[in-house]
């Protein structure tokens, strides 16, 4: 009986810790979920639940990514790839890393965390979206300081926004704060440690910068590993989607594995940027082993400092004021030393990353040293110092920054041509905007269209059409509601709005499209690139004391970096574009000016205020930075257009359109409508 109880006791134990441990592996939320469920709280204006939930979805997260990259180092490390030579070996590897994986994952998160989260989600945590939320929630909570450090934290990823920058200046004289309190929440150990590092080195504290320097080094390497193990993930490669690609075994291997090689090598870039920045730190990596090698020297620790300055040599080979360095130091000690293991391996790994991706790429025709661009803009000049020190940044430029931009359109500037349209008024051109290729016109609609469209719009956009579903993608203090030409033809075709208004969409979009083709004296065919019907329009009792932008200064085909006074042409940005236009419907709203500004993203150079008819054109490049000023009452419609000169990139859906308009011209009524025609409003781009 003793036995029987004994073995009852044992199994119920058993169940209670599995259930226990089970519940415990559960806790963890999808981040995606508690995410939303804060947002949600924000909005229901209960923010002790916008706290709960944001903090955890942060810490799910965080969660997630750092057990993501311990399983899949240590199923790396459990089945290499080293002894897999033959295709039944390789493929195995490749099965039993994957459950190796599964099972790790679901055992440290559960599996109702290993659901896929959207695309957009996962962008609002890169841009530290959810500390905006959380500020805002600390500060009506009066939790001023956890208030400032999320402030901080959002501000150091988003240092173009104006709302945060004026809040931590009103968070710094408040009482109940202090410097303490801004702190990043969300710094890199590597980079936090490196900056540290130079501010002591800039105070002669050579043995505090030593330790610091170490200290960023190990982090870096370490976190260069981690990201490398987050590359071992799903990897988006554009041309499967071609419809001549060939879906063969081998090749969607060799696809996947390149598209990883590409995500590690990357991780040089990643690792070099700041939170919110472009552009990666110049010549990050080596400038820890140049600092290093002349700290050391200061201290007289000499063979230190040659480990240093031989390892600074393995990126810029044969660099004149190093090399000059190393004679220094082994005149000094009377013998060599070998650069640093750590670094001979890194660069290593490198070139053998370099080489597999040059596999097959015979057109590409690069000068390349250990993988990258390590340019060196030199040391210090002081001729009363052996060896030289450093004491600001030097050059390094990854080879994905080699496609720099040109800010100038790809043919020669040139404006002032016909209008084509007796009632278009010239208003201002490029001198009497302040800039060079920027048109501002009027009349280019009637009061009679701009009413028609505006009425369309009320019925055919919808929100978060245009902004990949988000109602305000930009501001949460407006909703966002757009259309496409092929959808108002697609709503016209079911009756939901008359035919004639989606046919005034269409043939307006054409009429500005020729306007800016013609003024700006192109000498080819401007093509369309993106045609939007789109609404803005303030949320009531959001609107006090707002300082945002309706839409952020931006550069419509490549990425504004104000800070370094650049504008990279690189994706995500629409690179292709190269003309775009606004056209306006109303201007019977407060605020919603446009303005275009110089590159810093602050000056603001000319602004605009809608009105029905008015159309402002512009070149599409960092020439012309522009924004839109906070809608604070009413509605602001406008037809947007984007343009490209090269035929390759035309607006899929503008094809479409242009389909079923020349096929209802060939009709006899525009009452009967081919039902045969391919119309899919879906298919948006």
Same mark, same amino acid.
């Given at each position: 009986?003793?036995?029987?109880?004994?073995?009852?006791?044992?199994?119920?134990?058993?169940?209670?810790?599995?259930?226990?441990?089970?519940?415990?592996?559960?806790?963890?939320?999808?981040?995606?979920?508690?995410?939303?469920?804060?947002?949600?709280?924000?909005?229901?204006?209960?923010?002790?639940?916008?706290?709960?939930?944001?903090?955890?979805?942060?810490?799910?997260?965080?969660?997630?990514?750092?057990?993501?990259?311990?399983?899949?180092?240590?199923?790396?490390?459990?089945?290499?790839?080293?002894?897999?030579?033959?295709?039944?070996?390789?493929?195995?590897?490749?099965?039993?890393?994957?459950?190796?994986?599964?099972?790790?994952?679901?055992?440290?998160?559960?599996?109702?965390?290993?659901?896929?989260?959207?695309?957009?989600?996962?962008?609002?945590?890169?841009?530290?979206?959810?500390?905006?939320?959380?500020?805002?929630?600390?500060?009506?909570?009066?939790?001023?300081?956890?208030?400032?450090?999320?402030?901080?934290?959002?501000?150091?990823?988003?240092?173009?926004?104006?709302?945060?920058?004026?809040?931590?200046?009103?968070?710094?004289?408040?009482?109940?704060?202090?410097?303490?309190?801004?702190?990043?929440?969300?710094?890199?150990?590597?980079?936090?440690?490196?900056?540290?590092?130079?501010?002591?080195?800039?105070?002669?504290?050579?043995?505090?910068?030593?330790?610091?320097?170490?200290?960023?080094?190990?982090?870096?390497?370490?976190?260069?590993?981690?990201?490398?193990?987050?590359?071992?993930?799903?990897?988006?490669?554009?041309?499967?989607?071609?419809?001549?690609?060939?879906?063969?075994?081998?090749?969607?291997?060799?696809?996947?594995?390149?598209?990883?090689?590409?995500?590690?090598?990357?991780?040089?870039?990643?690792?070099?940027?700041?939170?919110?920045?472009?552009?990666?730190?110049?010549?990050?990596?080596?400038?820890?082993?140049?600092?290093?090698?002349?700290?050391?020297?200061?201290?007289?620790?000499?063979?230190?400092?040659?480990?240093?300055?031989?390892?600074?040599?393995?990126?810029?080979?044969?660099?004149?004021?190093?090399?000059?360095?190393?004679?220094?130091?082994?005149?000094?000690?009377?013998?060599?030393?070998?650069?640093?293991?750590?670094?001979?391996?890194?660069?290593?790994?490198?070139?053998?990353?370099?080489?597999?991706?040059?596999?097959?790429?015979?057109?590409?025709?690069?000068?390349?040293?250990?993988?990258?661009?390590?340019?060196?803009?030199?040391?210090?000049?002081?001729?009363?110092?052996?060896?030289?020190?450093?004491?600001?940044?030097?050059?390094?430029?990854?080879?994905?920054?080699?496609?720099?931009?040109?800010?100038?359109?790809?043919?020669?500037?040139?404006?002032?041509?016909?209008?084509?349209?007796?009632?278009?008024?010239?208003?201002?051109?490029?001198?009497?905007?302040?800039?060079?290729?920027?048109?501002?016109?009027?009349?280019?609609?009637?009061?009679? @269209?701009?009413?028609?469209?505006?009425?369309? &719009?009320? !019925? %055919? $956009?919808?929100?978060?059409?245009?902004?990949? +579903?988000? /109602?305000?993608?930009?501001?949460?203090?407006?909703?966002?509601?757009?259309?496409?030409?092929?959808?108002?033809?697609?709503?016209?075709?079911?009756?939901?709005?008359?035919?004639?208004?989606?046919?005034?969409?269409?043939?307006?979009?054409?009429?500005?499209?020729?306007?800016?083709?013609?003024?700006?004296?192109?000498?080819?065919?401007?093509?369309?690139?993106?045609?939007?019907?789109?609404?803005?329009?303030?949320?009531?009792?959001?609107?006090?004391?707002?300082?945002?932008?309706?839409?952020?200064?931006?550069?419509?085909?490549?990425?504004?970096?104000?800070?370094?006074?650049?504008?990279?042409?690189?994706?995500?940005?629409?690179?292709?574009?190269?003309?775009?236009?606004?056209?306006?419907?109303?201007?019977?709203?407060?605020?919603? @000016?446009?303005?275009?500004?110089?590159?810093? &993203?602050? !000056? %603001? $150079?000319?602004?605009?205020?809608?009105?029905? +008819?008015? /159309?402002?054109?512009?070149?599409?490049?960092?020439?012309?930075?522009?924004?839109?000023?906070?809608?604070?009452?009413?509605?602001?419609?406008?037809?947007?257009?984007?343009?490209?000169?090269?035929?390759?990139?035309?607006?899929?859906?503008?094809?479409?359109?242009?389909?079923?308009?020349?096929?209802?011209?060939?009709?006899?009524?525009?009452?009967?409508?081919?039902?045969?025609?391919?119309?899919?409003?879906?298919?948006?781009?």
């Amino acid at each position: 009986m003793d036995v029987v109880n004994f073995s009852i006791g044992c199994i119920f134990s058993i169940v209670l810790q599995a259930l226990l441990l089970s519940s415990s592996y559960g806790l963890l939320e999808p981040y995606d979920l508690l995410y939303n469920n804060a947002v949600e709280a924000f909005y229901s204006s209960d923010y002790k639940d916008v706290v709960r939930y944001m903090e955890g979805a942060l810490s799910s997260y965080a969660e997630v990514r750092q057990t993501k990259v311990r399983c899949r180092l240590r199923c790396q490390d459990q089945h290499p790839f080293d002894s897999a030579s033959m295709d039944l070996q390789f493929f195995d590897v490749v099965l039993r890393r994957s459950n190796c994986q599964n099972e790790c994952i679901e055992e440290k998160v559960g599996t109702q965390s290993m659901h896929k989260v959207s695309e957009d989600v996962i962008q609002d945590f890169h841009r530290r979206i959810p500390y905006n939320y959380l500020q805002l929630a600390y500060q009506k909570l009066k939790q001023l300081d956890k208030a400032a450090a999320a402030a901080h934290t959002y501000f150091q990823a988003n240092p173009e926004s104006v709302e945060m920058d004026q809040n931590l200046e009103q968070y710094k004289v408040l009482e109940g704060t202090n410097l303490d309190h801004f702190v990043d929440r969300e710094a890199r150990p590597h980079q936090r440690s490196f900056s540290a590092g130079v501010k002591l080195y800039d105070s002669a504290d050579y043995e505090g910068a030593i330790s610091l320097f170490e200290e960023a080094l190990q982090e870096y390497y370490r976190a260069d590993v981690e990201c490398r193990a987050l590359c071992q993930g799903p990897q988006r490669f554009e041309e499967q989607d071609h419809v001549l690609y060939r879906y063969s075994l081998y090749e969607l291997v060799s696809d996947h594995f390149t598209q990883v090689l590409h995500c590690e090598h990357e991780c040089v870039r990643d690792l070099s940027t700041r939170p919110g920045r472009l552009s990666p730190m110049e010549n990050y990596l080596p400038l820890h082993y140049d600092y290093l090698q002349f700290a050391y020297f200061q201290l007289n620790m000499v063979e230190e400092a040659l480990a240093c300055a031989q390892s600074y040599l393995l990126f810029h080979e044969g660099e004149e004021f190093m090399t000059e360095n190393v004679e220094y130091y082994r005149d000094a000690i009377g013998h060599d030393v070998k650069p640093r293991v750590k670094a001979e391996w890194y660069l290593r790994r490198h070139k053998q990353e370099l080489e597999l991706l040059m596999v097959g790429s015979e057109n590409m025709h690069v000068e390349l040293t250990e993988g990258h661009y390590w340019t060196s803009t030199g040391g210090r000049e002081d001729s009363n110092r052996i060896p030289s020190g450093t004491d600001g940044w030097m050059e390094y430029v990854p080879i994905s920054e080699k496609k720099n931009f040109t800010l100038a359109p790809p043919q020669e500037l040139r404006e002032g041509g016909p209008l084509l349209y007796d009632s278009v008024q010239l208003v201002r051109n490029s001198q009497a905007l302040n800039g060079t290729q920027r048109v501002l016109l009027d009349d280019v609609m009637s009061v009679d @269209e701009c009413a028609e469209l505006k009425n369309l &719009a009320h !019925t %055919v $956009t919808m929100a978060g059409d245009g902004y990949r +579903g988000k /109602m305000s993608p930009h501001t949460p203090n407006e909703k966002f509601e757009g259309a496409t030409v092929l959808k108002a033809l697609q709503y016209g075709y079911e009756g939901r709005v008359p035919l004639r208004s989606a046919r005034l969409f269409y043939d307006v979009s054409e009429r500005a499209r020729r306007i800016i083709e013609s003024y700006f004296l192109l000498n080819s065919t401007l093509h369309f690139s993106y045609t939007h019907l789109v609404c803005r329009t303030a949320i009531t009792g959001q609107q006090d004391h707002r300082n945002d932008l309706s839409h952020p200064i931006h550069a419509d085909n490549c990425l504004l970096d104000p800070e370094a006074n650049e504008c990279w042409k690189e994706p995500p940005a629409y690179t292709y574009r190269d003309y775009s236009a606004l056209l306006y419907l109303n201007g019977d709203f407060e605020g919603g @000016e446009f303005i275009f500004t110089e590159m810093d &993203a602050k !000056t %603001v $150079t000319a602004q605009v205020k809608p009105q029905c +008819g008015r /159309m402002v054109g512009f070149s599409s490049g960092g020439e012309n930075p522009h924004g839109v000023r906070a809608v604070t009452r009413g509605q602001r419609c406008a037809v947007a257009l984007w343009f490209t000169l090269d035929p390759l990139f035309k607006e899929l859906e503008r094809l479409q359109a242009d389909e079923v308009v020349q096929a209802l011209d060939n009709q006899s009524s525009q009452s009967k409508w081919d039902t045969s025609l391919n119309i899919n409003p879906k298919d948006e781009l």
